[in-house]
Nanobody
Framework: QVQLVESGGGLVQPGGSLRLSCVASGLRLDWYAIGWFRQAPGKEREAVSCIGAREGNTHYAEPVKGRFTISRDNVEKTVYLQMNSLKPEDKDVYYC??????????????????WGQGTQVTVAS
């Protein structure tokens, strides 16, 4: 049974940093792509970044390019999202999602079958 658990969210000041973690179980992580998405209440889910299965290609949405970095530890079965230079508009609930053998990865949420419960990120003074 595939399960994902996010953590690392919290309150941070503008310009600050957070590192989100997505711990996976029930799978061999390097066979799976992981996507990070975010969603605010009443708004559509937005893609943030993804890392593909096997070779691990990465992709970033334009709003986070140069500020966010996705990485994967296959032994720990954890995918990280390092978020630097955070802005108030980055405030959202962040979700990780996974799908088998998705390569290159995609930022289309429809491609992912397994989702975590989300972790709240708040950026405020």
């Amino acid at each position: 049974q595939v399960q994902l658990v996010e953590s690392g969210g919290g309150l941070v000041q503008p310009g600050g940093s957070l590192r989100l973690s997505c711990v996976a179980s029930g799978l061999r992580l390097d066979w799976y792509a992981i996507g990070w998405f975010r969603q605010a209440p009443g708004k559509e889910r937005e893609a943030v970044s993804c890392i593909g299965a096997r070779e691990g290609n990465t992709h970033y949405a334009e709003p986070v390019k140069g500020r966010f970095t996705i990485s994967r530890d296959n032994v720990e079965k954890t995918v990280y999202l390092q978020m630097n230079s955070l802005k108030p508009e980055d405030k959202d609930v962040y979700y990780c999602a996974t799908e088998l053998d998705l390569r290159p990865c995609t930022t289309s949420s429809d491609a992912y079958d397994y989702w975590g419960q989300g972790t709240q990120v708040t950026v405020a003074s």
